[in-house]
Each structure stands twice: as structure tokens, then as C-alpha cells.
């Protein structure tokens, strides 16, 4: 029954949910209908319990009718077997610590030197991303519960975790707090962020330098590594070999390891096969784009943090409005309190319209001159060169003045760039073909529907 539980498990959550927390349970025990599952750690056992146990409980119930009961628990000796075949990853034990990395010759004395001055190579950080900003929804929640584990764990949890989504989403924030974490609550840990870019030009510089010892001792001797951006070490072979032996020489030595970037790891391009399989043999975590709730509650965060006093309806505008991603989103929030501060007044919706015009525009399926053009000359038959020419033919003209109307309706440009688009036309054409279609549509029922159904077409 458990094979069959297990298979349709997989096939309900998909491989990658499938691999970081459904794989390594293993049946321990079932008695009088009752189960019980081992997971390797605490961490995955809540989180199995939180996120699973009722499907668990459901499919196994469907393959065994005496089923009273599933238990999830911790499996009791602190086996090194390898789990998620991920080597160490999920491993319990308290990593080395500095002794004993001493005393296996891993850190040496070059590196003991630098130690405090390890904010040399680790880039700054943002005092505003901790945790405690961090707005969780679901589209990241296990990017964060991840996030927050790795900052707690005093032993490794899950190597690498490797965290990747769209730009903007948050995979900077997670990283910058779990290194505020991690050196808020044990100063004496070597905690390196950096960006690939970075990373790699330390790399060139240090093969310039002829220091590439002093170079892969900095790294190696760190307990927390983590890289930003990988997606950008695709193509240069060498600073990936050397990006290659760090990462291993730090999991091996049971260093947390995170990484992140814009792709999974199987679709990372530009990197080569085995580093890709190896960043993914820890946990790998998505940040989904946004929804409406998680950008309503971003943005409720904001302002109360910035001490502003935006009413709920403008900011469920802009959470309606705003979807491309959570740094837009605060630029637009930015923005409005800049505009209340300025004239000092409340913002209205009609101002948060007004204010946030391109944005608002940006984030809208963006409709061109262009394809208006095109659409309505296709519509009456004519070439589209003859939007843009001088041709006063009735034929042409009415065609040309319905486009120019359109235009004004559907898009944000103003009159005289309207004009400009139409072969360089004065914006008093413009707006003399905008009169022109509304008086027609008035006297001409037939025509007026005519005009609304390209604009029906061109809006979807
Ligand atoms: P990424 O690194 O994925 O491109 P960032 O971490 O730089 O994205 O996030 C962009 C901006 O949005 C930052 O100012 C960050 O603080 C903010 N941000 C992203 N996600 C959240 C969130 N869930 N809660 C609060 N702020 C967030
Ligand atoms: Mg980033």
C-alpha cells in the first residue's frame, strides 16, 4: 500500500514537492491500522504535517480500508544515510564547529587572519530585508519557511537551498535576513552574501593577482555562503569550476550553502550539467509571481511602516492594478505618499490614477499606435501606409480619423504625439478627428457600433 500511496503522491504534488519532502519518508510501523512514517528532521516532519498529512491520510485510507490512523515522526538515530540523495543535506548533527574545522586544517591561518574582515568580500546588506519585513503569502511561503530554517538551524538543513523566481519577488530580501539572522544570533559565524557577479570578478581578480589560494580559503572557510544570481556564472567555464569546488568543499564540510536565481536549476543555461544537477540536490524553492492578497498585504506592510496614511481602497487599487512585481509595487507606493506629502492632502483614487498614469499604463496590456492602425486599416481595406500619408480621399481620411480616435481612447498618448504617428499631423488634426467621429457616431447608429466593435477587437 505504500508504494501505491507513494505513487500517487508524486503524481499529486509533482516531482519537485515530491523529492523535497515526500521522498524521504520511510514506513517504520503499522499496527491495528496504524502508520507510521519517518521523516529525517523535526522542520520536515511540521512541515509534512502542515502541508500533507491529509492527503496522506486520504489516499492511504483509499488503498487500506482498516486505516485508523498516519504518524509522522522523527526518525530517532541520527543516521548518515544519505537522504533526498543529497549526502548530508537533512542531517541533524551540529555542523563542525570552528575547532574542529581547525583541527581538520580547513581553515587556515591566511583565513583566520581575515576573519573579521569578511565584510570585505561579502557585499552590504539591506537593514530594511529581515525576516520581520518579509511579507508571506503563498506564492512564497516555502521559499520563506525554507529561508527562516536555514537561519535558524544550528546545523544544516538542507544543502543547497536554492531559492529562484522572477525578478523583484523577494529572493534578495530572503537572503540579506537570513544573514542578519545568522549574525544577530551567532556573531562568531562567517556569513558571506555576495552576488555571482561579484564571486566572479573576486575570481578574476585573485587569477590576476596570482592569490587564488588566499581566494578559495576566504570561501571555504565561510559557515553560511550565499550567492545571488547564479544565472549569471552561465558561460564562463572557469569561474564556474571554481564556483563548482567551493560549493562542494563547503557541503562537504556540512557549510550552508544558498543560492539563487532567476530559473530552476535544470533550466539555468550556460552551466554545465553536474553543477546543475548538484544545486538541485537540496531543497529548491520557488517564489511564485504575486497574488492579490500577498500585494494588498505587501503593500498594508509598507505603509504602515513608512507611516502613511493611504486609505485601504487606493491600496487595493494599486494591488489590483500593480502586478508585475513587489519593486514596482513599492515604487508606486513611493510615489502616492510623495504626491500626499507634496500637496498635503490625502491621496484619492483619482489621484493614485493620475500619479501612477505610466505604470498603471505599463502594467496594462500595452496597446500600440501602431496596431490600431493596422486593425482599423485592415477593417476598411485600405494600406496602412495610408494612415501615415497625406491622402485626403474620403476613403482614406474617415479610416484614418477613426484610428486617430482609437488611439486617443485606448492608449495614454497625448494629442500632438498622436499627430506625430499619423505621418507627422499637427495635434489640432488629432483632435479635430476626434469631434468629427463622436458627432458621426451621433448621427449614425450603424457607424457607432461600427467604432465599437474595433475597439472591442483591439481591447482583447
Ligand atoms: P529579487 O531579488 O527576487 O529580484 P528583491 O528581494 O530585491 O527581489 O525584492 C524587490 C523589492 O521588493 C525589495 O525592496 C524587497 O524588500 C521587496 N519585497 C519582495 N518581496 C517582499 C515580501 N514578500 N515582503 C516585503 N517586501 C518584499
Ligand atoms: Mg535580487
Known amino acids: 500500500a505504500w508504494a501505491k500511496v507513494r505513487g500517487r503522491l508524486r503524481d499529486e504534488v509533482g516531482e519537485a514537492a515530491f523529492r523535497s519532502w515526500l521522498k524521504p519518508l520511510t514506513l517504520v510501523g503499522l499496527n491495528n491500522g496504524q502508520v507510521r512514517l519517518a521523516v529525517p528532521t523535526r522542520f520536515m516532519r511540521d512541515w509534512v504535517i502542515s502541508n500533507y498529512s491529509d492527503r496522506l491520510r486520504a489516499l492511504w485510507a483509499s488503498e487500506d480500508g482498516a486505516l485508523k490512523g498516519v504518524e509522522i515522526v522523527v526518525r530517532s538515530s541520527p543516521t548518515r544515510a544519505p537522504l533526498v540523495g543529497a549526502g548530508k543535506a537533512f542531517n541533524e548533527e551540529p555542523a563542525d564547529d570552528d575547532a574542529d574545522a581547525l583541527a581538520q586544517g580547513n581553515i587556515t591561518p591566511v583565513a583566520e587572519a581575515k576573519r573579521d574582515g569578511y565584510d570585505d568580500i561579502s557585499a552590504p546588506l539591506d537593514p530594511r530585508s529581515t525576516f520581520e519585513s518579509f511579507v508571506v503569502g503563498q506564492p512564497n511561503e516555502l521559499a520563506y519557511a525554507a529561508a527562516r530554517r536555514v537561519a535558524e538551524a544550528g546545523s544544516v538543513a538542507f544543502n543547497p537551498l536554492f531559492l529562484y523566481g522572477g525578478v523583484g519577488l523577494g529572493k534578495t530580501h530572503l537572503m540579506h535576513s537570513i544573514a542578519w539572522h545568522v549574525r544577530q544570533r551567532s556573531p562568531q559565524k562567517k556569513v558571506i552574501y555576495l552576488s555571482a557577479e561579484k564571486f566572479m570578478y573576486q575570481f578574476i581578480r585573485a587569477l590576476r593577482t596570482k592569490d587564488t589560494v588566499a581566494f578559495k580559503d576566504q570561501f571555504r572557510s565561510v559557515d553560511v555562503l550565499m550567492i545571488d544570481d547564479v544565472q549569471f556564472i552561465g558561460g564562463r567555464e572557469s569561474t564556474q569550476e ?5 560549493f562542494n568543499a563547503l557541503v562537504d564540510q556540512s557549510r550552508q550553502v544558498v543560492v539563487s536565481a532567476d530559473k530552476s536549476p535544470s533550466n539555468l543555461e550556460g552551466v554545465e550539467e553536474r553543477m546543475r544537477s548538484r544545486l538541485g540536490w537540496g531543497l529548491v524553492a520557488e517564489i511564485d509571481s504575486t497574488n492579490y492578497e500577498l500585494r494588498l498585504g505587501i503593500l498594508q506592510s509598507k505603509a504602515e511602516q ?149 475597439r472591442r477587437m483591439l481591447e482583447n
Do not use: W
Not at 571554481?242 to 567551493?246: A, L, N, R
Not at 480616435?405 to 489640432?428: A, M, N, V, W
Open 242 to 246: 571554481e564556483f563548482f569546488h567551493t
Open 306 to 454: 513608512m507611516k502613511c496614511n493611504v486609505s485601504l481602497k487606493v491600496l487595493e487599487f494599486l494591488a489590483h492594478k500593480i502586478t508585475s512585481n513587489v519593486r514596482e509595487l513599492e515604487g508606486a507606493l513611493n510615489r502616492i505618499t510623495a504626491h500626499a506629502t507634496l500637496v498635503g492632502r490625502p491621496v484619492t483614487l483619482e489621484t493614485a490614477q493620475e500619479v501612477l498614469h505610466d505604470l498603471l499604463h505599463a502594467n496594462a496590456r500595452r496597446l500600440t499606435i501602431e496596431e490600431i492602425q493596422r486593425k482599423v486599416a485592415q477593417h476598411f481595406n485600405i494600406r496602412h501606409a495610408d494612415m501615415l500619408s497625406a491622402r485626403r480621399a474620403r476613403a482614406v481620411a474617415r479610416p484614418r480619423q477613426v484610428a486617430m480616435y482609437l488611439s486617443k481612447q485606448l492608449t495614454s498618448r497625448s494629442l500632438p504625439e498622436i499627430g506625430r504617428r499619423f505621418g507627422g499631423r499637427d495635434h489640432t488634426t488629432v483632435m479635430h478627428a476626434v469631434r468629427k467621429i463622436d458627432e458621426l457616431r451621433g448621427l449614425d447608429a450603424g457607424f457607432a457600433d461600427e467604432v465599437d466593435l474595433l
